[in-house]
């Protein structure tokens, strides 16, 4: 997904599935999208007017030990998710996702993030963290991205080491939101 709309935009979410068999049908690949935009439509609330969050055209499917990219599988369009959260933001704050696998690889946890960067001033509580609300409307999010589905479910991919076959996928057991900001930095900061 493509986020576009302010300062240090675009920003990207990529997102990880498994599928346990090599082609999956074409209903199954737009159930993965239409849980992407769920997740994102879940917290629209909380992001900027200005945002916007565009959907691919396709999925790339990689070799999950190599990295390499192996097909793009048209999939059915999306419609952009726009932020409705009013006021001020912060364009390198927001909150974060955490997702937790039951993988190791290396002799380390598989893991990952997603981060929801920017969020709206309402977004915020007086102390600084993130409302109650805000909270309840990412993690409704998060737990129709994780739930058991009949497609494909949600993974972390620990990326092969350069020039090895060592990568490897592990499906999502849990996640958390925790309540405090995150900050999201990058070349462009």
Not at 20 to 45: H, I
Not at 56 to 73: M, V
């Amino acid at each position: 997904m493509t986020w576009t709309g302010f300062t240090g935009s675009p920003g990207y979410t990529n997102l990880h599935f498994l599928d346990p068999n090599d082609e999956p049908s074409q209903t199954v690949l737009d159930n993965v999208t239409v849980r992407c935009r769920a997740f994102f439509e879940a917290f629209k609330g909380y992001l900027p007017l200005s945002a916007r969050i565009d959907y691919p055209n396709a999925l790339q499917r990689y070799d999950t030990g190599t990295g390499e990219l192996e097909a793009e599988l048209a999939i059915a369009s999306q419609t952009v998710t726009a932020g409705t959260g009013t006021g001020n933001f912060s364009s390198a704050t927001g909150a974060c996702v955490s997702w937790s696998t039951v993988g190791i690889v290396n002799g380390r946890k598989v893991r990952g993030r997603t981060f929801i960067v920017p969020m709206s001033a309402g977004s915020y509580d007086t102390d600084g963290t993130l409302t109650s609300a805000a909270l309840t409307a990412i993690n409704t999010g998060a737990t129709g991205l994780v739930a058991p589905t009949i497609d494909l479910p949600l993974a972390v991919w620990a990326r092969p080491t350069p020039g090895g076959s060592d990568g490897a996928a592990y499906d999502v057991t849990t996640y958390k939101v925790r309540d405090r900001t995150a900050v999201l930095r990058s070349r462009r900061d």
